[in-house]
């Protein structure tokens, strides 16, 4: 706590020092052309801003302060509300005042709420978005404290409200909206941009997950949309309520889920992977009994250009030329030792979506975007690249796609055998149904013919509690068409 009021004392202390150059005459107060001045000025030195000031904006902002008898405010007013998270104006790292573009920051969340794109919110969009909101605080209540005004009342009521009894909600006027209910908000404005993206991001995830499903829910998808729910009263809670609701102990993974591009093939890696290593040469010397293929296709790290990567990995198992024209064709397994050896090679790559192809890309940038996916991704991403991208995986694709999880530590042997137990579950059922007595040999060979799909395994290792479903779900379950 000592620690928070020094460096308070010091941020008010650059502060007042700031403000120093703009109070010439030494008076100790602000009138209403220097804060003007203070704004504009602040403005223009953020050129990285497209923010663009009204003077009805200013007459808002000015209309917050306490007057003195002269009209002026106190210089020390004028720095606690340069404080508040939602005002236009922050301290930056290095000691300088910034102009905080609410506007920006705002953009996802409106048109989260904007679902028909058309640039004003109209009552059912509004209805429809607000109402998720409250929907998850109602779903997810705390004793802490009580939610946020600004997600209290009725629907009908607060979007006349805002709207001044307009039909439509313009941008102006929803970011006036919130720059008054997140004034009294403990966060940083970094902060605060970063949750007015998640709560947009969440709100859209509950959209695409109810508009796609015409039909009931699938067990999986009530799971994904309880924990989107959870994550939107949490995030509501920190955004517009009083700092009390904090993220603590829980790991965040930086990369995320992305559709794969168009064009993207597995095969077609294999051809550039061939080539770019000249397995030719090898006629010469050796003939290759087998080819072992491991390969993962994962999003790259969220960047200007989130990007594709894969790791190709390639055993071959290599027999002498010589030895083979001296014994002849014989089976592999009665190969003596010594005329049998593996060579392995691993090259990453990145897709170039110009070219409609794969480059060489540097091992660490793989390792990074791996390193930084969640379990459950990792996983979809290994069951995906087995598919080729596709909506289909044969029992044996399957059980290398598993493997390849427990090499990668994503999953255990048991929960392998677990899904797999789950799998025959679902098969004995079927034959029962169709009032087929099965045998262990009877499903064995139906097994060996199953078909299943990525999201569907997903579903399954949801249900045995492998991962706990999280909001992340939401941007892969539904890909499969």
């Known amino acids: 706590m000592a620690a928070n009021e020094s460096d308070n004392v010091v941020t008010t202390n650059k502060l007042m020092i700031i403000l120093r150059k703009f109070d ?17 000025t602040v403005l223009r030195a953020s050129s990285n801003s497209d923010e663009i000031l009204y003077k009805e904006e200013v ?8 007057k003195r008898e002269d009209g002026d405010v106190e210089k020390s007013d004028l720095v606690d509300w340069i404080l508040k998270p939602s005002t236009p104006l922050m301290l930056t790292e290095s ?6 573009d609410l506007k920006s920051a705002l953009q996802p969340l409106f048109q989260a709420y904007n679902q028909n794109g058309d640039g004003f919110i109209c009552l059912q969009e509004f209805m429809d978005a607000h109402g998720i909101l409250q929907i998850a605080l109602r779903m997810n209540p705390t004793a802490e ?10 629907l009908h ?23 008054l209910a997140l004034i009294q908000s403990a966060l940083s404005p970094d902060s605060m941009t970063r949750l007015l993206k998640n709560v947009a991001k969440q709100i859209q995830r509950v959209f695409k997950l109810t508009s796609e499903k015409h039909c009931e829910l699938t067990e999986s998808d009530r799971l994904v949309l309880i924990r989107i729910l ?15 609701f904090a993220s603590k102990g829980k790991t965040f993974f930086e990369n995320k889920w992305i559709p794969p591009f168009v064009g993207m093939n597995v095969d077609h890696l294999k051809e550039v992977f061939l080539h770019d290593f000249n397995y030719s040469r090898m006629r010469f010397s050796a003939k290759i009994v087998k080819r072992d293929w491991d390969i993962l296709c994962i999003p790259g790290l969220p960047g200007r250009h989130q990007d594709w990567l894969a790791r190709a990995r390639l055993k071959n198992t ?29 090259q990453c790559y990145i897709f170039d979506r110009e070219h409609f192809t794969w480059a060489l890309a540097e091992e660490s940038l793989f390792e990074k975007a ?71 040999e009877t499903l064995t060979k139906v097994r060996e013919d199953l078909h299943t799909s990525p999201s569907q395994i997903m579903g399954i290792f949801a249900e045995i509690g492998a991962f706990a479903v999280t909001s992340i779900w939401a941007d892969f379950m539904d890909t499969e068409k």
């Open 24 to 40: 010439q005459e030494g008076s100790g107060t602000i009138s209403r052309s220097q804060f003007e001045q203070i704004l504009r």
């Open 59 to 66: 007459d808002e902002f000015w209309a917050y302060f306490s």
């Open 157 to 179: 009521n607060c979007f006349v409200h805002i709207g001044d009894a307009d039909k439509r909600l313009t941008f102006e006027k929803f970011v006036r909206w919130q720059r």
């Open 230 to 244: 959870s994550h939107l009263a949490q995030f509501s809670r920190e955004l517009w309520g009083a700092g009390h």
């Open 95 to 100: 000691g300088n005042l910034a102009f905080f």
């Open 370 to 440: 791996l390193e930084a996916l969640s379990p459950e991704v990792k996983l979809f991403a290994i069951l995906k690249t087995m598919a080729n991208f596709g909506q289909r995986l044969s029992w044996p694709q399957l059980q290398l796609a598993l493997s390849q999880a427990v090499q990668l530590d994503v999953i255990s042997q048991v929960q392998l055998g677990k899904c797999n137990d789950k799998l025959e579950e679902w098969v004995l059922k079927g034959m029962d149904a169709e009032g087929f007595w099965c045998t262990r």
């Open 145 to 154: 404290e009580e939610d946020p005004p600004v997600l209290r009342g009725d």
């Open 318 to 346: 290599l027999r002498s030329a010589r030895f083979d024209d001296e014994r002849g064709k014989q089976e592999e397994d009665q190969l003596e030792e010594g005329h049998i050896r593996e060579v392995v090679d691993e």
